[in-house]
């Protein structure tokens, strides 16, 4: 079992910036492929970014890309999701996620995560 407790969500204006953090219990963290998915009223959950098990290897959705970087600290048990120039479309519940995967070298950009985190909210006002 893995636990995942984000946090770093709140209300910022336009063009602002958050740093959303996630941090992990449990299992060694460094065994999960870590990704950050958002999902708005409405709307299906989407992954917003992925990184690998050794944090070299990232990717990112189209509607973030340039604008938000993710990371992580092994020794801290933490994956991080810095969001900048941001927009009344990042307004979302921001949740992170972690997937058993075998190779240090890849990210997973399915939906098939093993654990999730219970999300906090980033708005972003107009």
């Known amino acids: 079992q893995v636990q995942l407790v984000e946090s770093g969500g709140g209300l910022v204006q336009t063009g602002g910036s958050l740093t959303l953090s996630c941090a992990a219990s449990g299992r060694p963290f460094v065994l999960y492929g870590m990704g950050w998915f958002r999902q708005a009223p409405g709307k299906e959950r989407e992954l917003v970014a992925a990184i690998s098990r050794n944090g070299v290897f990232k990717y990112y959705a189209d509607s973030v890309k340039g604008r938000s970087t993710i990371s992580r600290d092994n020794a801290r048990n933490t994956v991080y999701l810095q969001m900048n120039s941001l927009k009344p479309e990042d307004t979302a519940a921001y949740y992170c996620?972690?997937?058993?995967?075998?190779?240090?070298?890849?990210?997973?950009?399915?939906?098939?995560?093993?654990?999730w985190g219970q999300g906090t909210q980033v708005t972003v006002s107009s």
């Open positions: 996620a972690a997937k058993l995967v075998t190779s240090t070298n890849t990210y997973f950009t399915g939906t098939e995560y093993s654990y």
